[in-house]
């Protein structure tokens, strides 16, 4: 009874060991579509397309331009329709004047930008200033996450959107900041680099680990930081996937923050670190979710492998790989509750507040549309009583 209690125990052993061994790669999970989280991408659709068109007049010197000149960076703008059709379907963003290209051209139809669109940008500039302390501590723990607390200052500008930082952050921002930052280099030339000058341990605390302290102070009791997982409904995974999830749950939490230069990159320790990193980054971020190929411009700085991405669809309880629109997008399962954000970054101010203006415009040109069309209901009234 003595050795086949041993060999049995050797046998469990071993086989918990194999199971845990195994390349962390090697484990598969079937993607499942998320309809309400898939359709919080698309709800933005509208309102980026906006976005990029504006974007490109506000680039212009003196923020005006032929309108036929943007006409032939439709494709740029990922601009479906005419710029005169979207001109018309979106009315409070610019208006339409003539001018000359050259002094004796003929004259051609301009863009400028709007009253209500340079009240926006006014309000914009505002919401920047009221959060500025949320934006340095925001570029602060993008930087003390990465592996030698530098970050290429061109990769910065490439996610300014999706961390809601100011087009001019590097050159207005950071300078009144030599607290923390150090800019080498030009930025826009690939040699430019954000370097971090002191450390903060107020920064160096991971979402996960202040909502643990949150509710250790309201329950009385310690409570270990860790991941929430919810599997959307309908959702199964293999028994063995269950088994190694379990375990992998029960392993201590590595803050993003912390040092794992000791740590082997396919070990399940630097798996849980490499998700605390995608949690905290896509926490960071202003509607909680990253397009995976801006992650992917950030493996060098983050340690992330080449095959980063399968761990979105490995832990499907704590996040969602969307594919809508053509793009892999890494969204946190937490922070939504249906196709709606629970908590807003007040970042996000500035978004609601171009939308009002967008709204505004909508609700003019169907007041138009209505009272165009009684006229058209009128004459035709009066002209059928004339026959």
Known sequence: MFKIHTFSSYLVK???FNLHARSISSLKVVWRKDPA????????????????VVKEVLNEPNQVIPLHYLEKRRERMRLKVKVETFLNQNPALFDVYYGRTKPKAQPVRFLRVSDRL?????EEKRIFRENEPLIVSKLCKLLMMSKNKVVSADKLLHVKREFGFPNDFLVDLVPRYPQYFRLTGFPGEGQSFLELVSWNPEFAKSVIE????EESRRMGIGVRPNFNVKLPPGFVLRKEMREWIRDWIELDYISPYEDVSRLDQASREMEKRNVGVFHEL?????HKRI?????GKFCEEYRFSN????????????FYLSLKGGIETAMLREAYKGDKLIDLDPLLQIKEKFIEMLEEGWRQRAEQ???????????????????
């Open 118 to 122: 340079l009240q926006f940008l006014d």
């Open 210 to 213: 202040q909502r643990a302290e």
């Open 14 to 16: 071993n086989l918990k």
């Open 307 to 318: 095959a980063f991405s399968s761990a979105f669809t490995r832990h499907s309880g704590i």
């Open 291 to 295: 397009p995976v190929p801006i992650l």
């Open 37 to 52: 989280l898939d359709r919080a991408i698309e709800i933005d659709k509208r309102y980026k397309q906006c976005a990029r």
């Open 369 to 387: 549309l209505r009272l165009k069309q009684e006229k058209i209901k009128k004459d035709m009234e009066f002209l059928a009583s004339k026959s």
């Open 282 to 286: 896509l926490s960071l971020s202003l």
